[in-house]
């Protein structure tokens, strides 16, 4: 079955990095257009960034531009999230996610989620 397997989440200070894997099995990965999203405490789930299949094409949320980095490697079938100048605001469950489009992942039409990885970023 498909899998998604996030890592990399933590506890970090302000102004810190982090960098998420989403390691996938069962899914022809360089098929999928790849993103992230993350849910907030008593907030709704939100676009992060997504990246198309080849790499070529990423889109990202006003909020992290400039500060987050999505890649993939395709030959590893791995996502990644490279996080930068973490602010507390960042606080999140990140989750991992698959698409047959990146507008369509843009716009939260997922086929596949990631169970999710907690960061936390203090003050």
């Known amino acids: 079955q498909v899998q998604l397997v996030e890592s990399g989440g933590g506890l970090v200070q302000a102004g810190g990095s982090l960098r998420l894997s989403c390691a996938t099995s069962?899914?022809?990965?360089?098929?999928?257009?790849m993103g992230w999203f993350r849910q907030a405490p008593g907030k709704g789930r939100e676009f992060v960034a997504a990246e198309g299949w080849s790499g070529a094409i990423t889109h990202y949320a006003d909020s992290v531009k400039g500060r987050f980095t999505i890649s993939r490697d395709n030959a590893k079938n791995t996502v990644y999230l490279q996080m930068n100048s973490l602010k507390p605001e960042d606080t999140a469950v990140y989750y991992c996610?698959?698409?047959?489009?990146?507008?369509?992942?843009?716009?939260?039409?997922?086929?596949?989620w990631g169970q999710g990885t907690q960061v936390t970023v203090s003050s």
């Open positions: 069962g899914l022809t990965f360089s098929s999928y257009e």
């Open positions: 996610a698959a698409g047959t489009s990146i507008r369509m992942v843009i716009a939260g039409g997922i086929s596949y």
